[in-house]
């Protein structure tokens, strides 16, 4: 049996990004700091991970200013829902191919 | 990628997704106290409530005094039970959250609030209508049935318990309105007894 390695998203293959999407899949939107205080990573950290998945089109940014304070909402596109959604199943198929071995 | 590494992949998902969108950090300690809080009051207010109806044959003004003076109490010890309690859930929350590395007011406490929010307002209100137009009988109910409301509208953003403490919350309102005269009763089952079962399930279940 071949083991499905390739359908694994190149995407999710960074820590953050794939916590990143399950945040997002978890939740409609979530905001810039919030996100940095769930994961514990620093601004520019995040924020490379962000625009990674932006560039992949998983991601929407909404950007708004609550009074003076800008706020950077994050949201998941159809895209990204769905990439996400089948890396968790090769992740579940590898498992169980693991398991069968 | 070893199995254990894949495990240990899906648990990080499965934990950041519950932690990004529940907060988890909810005391169960905190409503054992809360309980134990409003037995306590409920004790009182029974006191009173009895000292005050064994006056033989007292003047229409004394009884008029003593019926304000009563109802000032028993507003006090509600408003003490009430404080105590929710300052109890945030210094015990606040504990839970910085071990769970959770923030105690993050996107996921500020929406529980917010949805508990709406149900308490209302149910203060309506409170505070039939207090002012004369049927203090329906005042437990209606405080029993819209806190229940709250909890059950705000628990998707906590653990799903919350839901059921909610829905029996209501019930015993419901059952309390029909029963008028029994009104400190339900409140103590309410706000007492279920808060000390539901907090004691809590607590062993997600505290330690």
Not at chain 2, 110 to 135: D, E, Q, V
Not at chain 2, 159 to 171: A, T
Request: with cysteine; proline share 2%; glycine share 8%.
């Amino acid at each position: 049996m071949k083991v499905p390695f390739d359908k694994l998203d190149k995407a999710f293959e960074n820590r953050v990004r794939l916590q990143i999407m399950s945040v997002l899949a978890a939740n409609e939107r979530y905001d810039f700091n919030s996100l940095k205080d769930l994961l514990n990573i620093t601004d520019g950290n995040l924020a490379s991970h962000l625009k990674a998945l932006e560039k992949e089109e998983y991601i929407t940014v909404h950007k708004s200013f609550l009074g003076r304070k800008p706020n950077t909402n994050y949201e998941a596109t159809e895209k990204g829902k769905k990439a996400f959604k089948e890396h968790l199943d090769a992740l579940e198929q590898l498992i169980r191919q693991q398991k069968v071995k | 990628m070893e199995e254990q590494e894949l495990q240990n992949e899906l648990a990080s998902i499965r934990s950041i997704m519950e932690r990004s969108s529940k907060f988890i950090s909810l005391s169960g300690l905190s409503g054992i106290l809360a309980g134990v809080y409003a037995l306590i009051g409920a004790g009182l207010a029974f006191l009173i409530y009895e000292n005050n109806s064994n006056l033989s044959n007292p003047s229409f003004f004394v009884a008029l005094h003593n019926a304000l003076y009563m109802l000032a109490e028993l507003i006090i010890i509600a408003v003490v039970v009430l404080i105590l309690s929710i300052s109890t859930a945030v210094i015990l929350s606040n504990r839970q959250a910085k071990k769970k590395g959770q923030s105690i007011w993050g996107t996921t406490s500020k929406a529980l609030f917010f949805y508990m929010l709406i149900p308490l307002l209302t149910g203060g209100i309506i409170s505070a209508l039939f207090m002012y137009n004369g049927r203090p009988e329906y005042i437990i109910p209606s405080m029993l049935i819209f806190y229940g409301l709250s909890l059950v509208s705000a628990s998707n953003f906590t653990f799903g318990e919350v839901k059921y403490l909610g829905l029996l919350e209501i019930v015993l309102g419901l059952i309390a309105a029909c029963l008028p005269g029994y009104g400190l009763l339900f409140w103590a089952l309410g706000f007492g007894v279920l808060h000390i079962i539901y907090g004691s399930l809590m607590y062993f279940k997600y505290d330690k």
